[in-house]
């Protein structure tokens, strides 16, 4: 991957059949290349020239579009040429294998992407955006993607990142020189500077478990003892059947997991076992893996039947319940003459009517989000938050060292700490191995 002179190929859209098939050919070789494989004009004006594409013999295959692109203009910095065919595997796998043929190499995972990162066309926050745009599977994960690809959480960055420099050049002057009045640091300015840097990088965080889950959605279980609707409430969720209802305890043994586009949020919505002692090895299973998936959820939805008293010790799960922030009270079955005893911030619901659904949406959306508005996030990767943690930490060191009033030196060196961190986000370091693992997660062709 790290060899930027060898020209690389690879078909850069989806596997299998399609009316449209793109080969992405760039490095210093791609005209020459490319001219091997198309017959019709070929410059780098990144224009589309109609022409004829061809095999490794020199016959026709095709006919289609190749687009070239200068250096300057290229998503690579480099010369790219794009060849767009009909989308046959046949005729786009021969045209890879006769680019590889005239001397290009096989791209790896996001390599031509890895590429414009190297040639400055885009930092790295913006370099795994790109990723997360391709694995979008809502509108709003795909807004947030590409305004992240756009350089949202950069420019974000860049009054933490300008601040920090400022007060290493004034630290560093005024310990190399001394004895120039000039270099001397007013009393407070480091501390007061030092302040201001966390308070930016507090208020980046503070954002961060609202965009986490934006981008990576959110696992939301109903949990709660058999029949008191949890399936039902799951399908009516869905807008389908998907799990079996039925007025037989135990019907639901196993997790059964579907995901739900809540207004760009995606959502892992999973139903399970009813919680009650288990009859047999088999349903014992099911409630062992229920209890599970309510301890790993973001959020769990404690369902109870409103047609009848709480039994056993479902009033004391309730009443825990209402007061942990990642556990919503809902009352099921909203359309029977109500036997139960809701309290503000319980939510009900009939799966049967529709009743409530609207207002559960919302309730879901405000406690996964904190009621955040989440669609300008800019922090939403766990990697970029470790790192601003670690700017962070380096901070909190740097505020005790002037507190402690120690020497110069070491607040300076942890002010290095968190400029160094800063730069992890974006690549302003060098750091190999670092890009070699964001990488290999991108999908070849990008």
């Excluded at 001394?178 to 300015?189: H, I, K, N, Q, R």
């Excluded at 508005?373 to 766990?382: G, I, K, Q, S």
């Excluded at 470790?386 to 120690?406: D, P």
């Amino acid at each position: 991957m790290h060899d930027l002179e060898t020209t690389i190929v690879a078909i850069a859209t989806p596997p299998g059949r399609g009316g449209i098939g793109c080969v992405r050919v760039s490095g210093p070789q791609a005209l020459d290349i490319a001219a091997r494989l198309f017959h019709g004009e070929l410059v780098l004006d990144g224009r589309a020239h109609f022409g004829r594409m061809l095999a490794r013999d020199g016959g026709a295959i095709d006919r289609g579009y190749a687009l070239g692109f200068s250096p300057e203009a290229a998503y690579t910095g480099q010369p790219t040429v794009e060849l767009w065919a009909h989308g046959s595997p046949v005729v786009l796998a021969e045209l890879v294998e006769g680019a590889a043929a005239g001397g290009a190499r096989p791209a790896g995972p996001g390599e031509f992407t890895y590429r414009a990162l190297r040639h400055g066309r885009l930092d790295l926050a913006r370099a795994e955006a790109v990723r997360d745009l391709i694995g979008a599977r809502t509108l709003l994960q795909a807004r947030l993607a590409h305004a992240q690809a756009e350089g949202a959480l950069s420019r974000a960055l860049v009054p933490l990142k300008d601040l920090l420099e400022d007060l290493l050049a004034r630290g560093e002057a005024a310990v190399e020189f001394a004895d120039e009045s000039e270099t001397e640091l007013p009393s407070g300015a480091l501390s007061a500077g030092i302040a201001r840097a966390r308070a930016l990088c507090a208020e980046m965080l503070a954002g961060f478990q609202g965009g986490r889950r934006v981008r990576e959605g959110a696992t939301v279980v109903l949990a709660g003892r058999p029949n008191v609707g949890k399936s039902s409430l799951f399908n009516a969720l869905l807008a389908r059947d998907r799990a079996i209802v039925s007025e037989q305890p135990g019907t639901t043994r196993d997790t059964l997991e579907e995901a739900l586009d809540l207004d760009g949020l995606l959502l892992y919505l999973v139903d399970t076992a009813g919680l009650r002692p288990a009859a047999d090895a088999l349903e014992d299973e099911g409630v062992r893996r229920a209890r599970r998936a309510a301890d790993e959820a973001d959020l769990t939805l404690w369902v109870v039947d409103r047609s009848r008293p709480l039994v056993g010790d479902e009033r004391t799960r309730v009443e825990a319940a209402r007061g942990q922030a990642d556990v919503l009270v809902v009352w099921a079955k909203a359309d029977l003459p109500s036997a139960g005893e809701a309290a503000p911030g319980d939510l009900g619901v009939s799966a049967r009517t529709g009743e409530g659904l609207l207002a559960l949406r919302a309730g879901l959306r405000s406690r996964l989000l904190h009621g955040a508005p989440v669609e300008h996030a800019v922090l939403t990767d766990v990697r970029h938050a470790q790192a601003l943690r670690e700017v962070a930490t380096a901070l909190t060191a740097a505020h005790g060292a002037s507190v402690a009033a120690m020497p110069l030196e070491y607040l300076l060196e942890d002010l290095r700490r968190a400029l160094q961190a800063v730069g992890t986000i974006t690549g302003g370091v060098d750091q190999e191995r670092l890009y070699d693992r964001i990488f290999a997660t991108f999908c070849i062709g990008k």
